[in-house]
């Protein structure tokens, strides 16, 4: 039985409408695992409860609750810390007008998390995995939605094999940007989504992983591989000729929810396709709503998400300073018109397969491995020479501050010499683990 005339029919293309009058923003979020300095095991939930008490009582901050469970906190400044599925520490920025101002936000707050951490015994671990632990050794969080993915991704059998470690053990820093029409979307999005895996291959950071050396300089970018493959990967409905919302609405509506939120509480969804729910409903009476259609959207992990941001999320994140690195150099390309053009023109020719084989060979390879006719290594010297270009003017135009410049610096030297983060992890990780510890935390 379809929606009758009393069930309102859903807009899905709504969410991606751009406010009136918006302007171009910046949103920061970088992941840090908490890992306990006495026994190098992940902080158990208690634990956990304990830092953000701490922010709570030091820092002003208004604790968030999911259910019974408290699962972050909220700073006065307008960012978030949130616990993770896995136990990680999530610091999500507010909105900024410069990428100078974000950095600077979660830098100040992350070294204030740090240090309430070294009172309790926790360091914040930042890269793009905690190497010490495996997947059995995950401090899972016990709000309800981690017990209903788990039981999704293991009811997928191969397709789901590496959940617990993407839930668990990985970190990332991810940037988020903004559109200003539909147009302005879909030209951004196919940048963004072009560049990703040029970008990734700068910030390989997850040589290790369950304590030893994987061959790999991206276990992050592998485990990501068999999460659901669905939604994940490379967003190919951005690329095809001609392709808008409808397309981008289409991709993800094709998709079953894996949760819905019932009464308070988060719950299995029918695994039906959205676009299904849409027009049957879900089976109990009630037919989806646009804050469930937002919280499917949250249920995609494609190499670029859009919802009401475009948010990259295929890099592993780097190390402490430099966590701001990846944001300067997605603002430098997306928000300056003639970078952006240029960036555009010089990956034009990749398709979604091309791509889709550039992340495997970047995971293992980094700079080394090819995407498409191309060297990663070329493609991302002249997106980081562009992305210098782009912010550069707009430090000139009064939009963005010199501070950000620096931002770009370790990416150049990576470039030149070729001495990845994931080398250097790897370098600190043979020198052992309390050392691999010490060299790749937040200052406390």
């Keep these: 039985m379809g929606q009758t005339d009393t069930v309102p029919r859903l807009d899905l293309r709504r969410v991606f409408a751009a406010p009136p009058g918006r302007a171009e923003a910046v949103g920061l979020e970088v992941e840090v695992g908490l890992v306990c300095r006495n026994n190098l095991r992940n902080a158990s939930y208690p634990q956990a409860l304990a830092l953000l008490d701490g922010l ?8 968030v609750l999911d259910g019974a469970f408290t699962v972050g906190v909220a700073m006065p400044g307008g960012g978030t810390f949130t616990l993770e599925t896995g136990g990680a520490l999530e610091y999500s920025s507010a909105t900024f007008a410069t990428v100078a101002g974000a950095v600077a936000d979660v830098r100040d707050n992350l070294l204030a998390a740090a240090g309430i951490g070294a009172v309790h015994g926790i360091a914040l671990t930042t890269g793009g995995i905690v190497p010490f632990a495996a997947a059995d050794g995950i ?42 029409s539909e147009d302005d979307l879909m030209d951004k999005l196919r940048l963004l ?50 392709a808008g919302v409808d397309e981008l609405v289409e991709w993800a509506a094709r998709l079953p929810m894996i949760y819905r939120l019932v009464g308070g509480s988060h719950v299995a969804a029918p695994r039906i396709p959205f676009r299904q729910a849409v027009e049957e409903g879900f089976g109990d009476g009630t037919y989806p709503t646009e804050a469930d259609w937002e919280l499917h959207l949250s249920q995609v992990w494609p190499h670029v998400r859009v919802r009401r941001t475009l948010e990259t999320r295929l890099s592993d994140a780097p190390p402490w300073p ?9 603002a430098g390309l997306a928000y300056d018109p003639r970078a952006r053009a240029a960036a555009g023109a010089l990956l034009c020719d990749l398709t979604a397969p091309a791509l889709d084989r550039a992340a ?53 030297e990576i470039c030149d010499t070729m001495d990845t983060f994931a080398d250097r992890a790897l370098r600190a990780w043979r020198r052992g683990p309390s050392e691999f510890l010490r060299a790749f935390s937040v200052p406390a």
């Design 56 to 63: 709570v009582r030091g820092h002003g901050a208004i604790p």
């Design 322 to 330: 430099w966590f701001g690195a990846g944001t300067a150099v997605w």
């Design 360 to 412: 495997d060979d970047v995971a293992v390879r980094g700079l080394r491995a090819s995407i498409g006719p191309y060297r990663a290594r070329d493609l991302a010297r002249e997106l980081l020479r562009l992305a210098r270009q782009g912010l550069t003017a707009r430090v000139a135009a009064g939009l963005e501050r010199p501070e950000a410049l620096p931002l770009l610096e370790p990416l150049e």
């Design 139 to 180: 401090a899972w969080n016990p709000k309800p939605r981690v017990r209903v993915m788990r039981e999704y991704f293991r009811d997928l059998g191969p397709d789901g094999g590496h959940a617990d470690e993407v839930m668990g053990l990985i970190l990332s820093a991810q940037t988020t940007l903004d559109y200003v």
């Design 193 to 242: 989504v072009r560049a990703a895996p040029v970008v990734a291959a700068l910030f390989v950071n997850s040589p290790v992983a369950a304590g030893a050396d994987t061959g790999a300089l991206s276990r992050r970018m592998q485990y990501w591989r068999r999460f659901d493959p669905r939604r994940c990967g490379v967003l190919g409905a951005a690329l095809d000729a001609g």
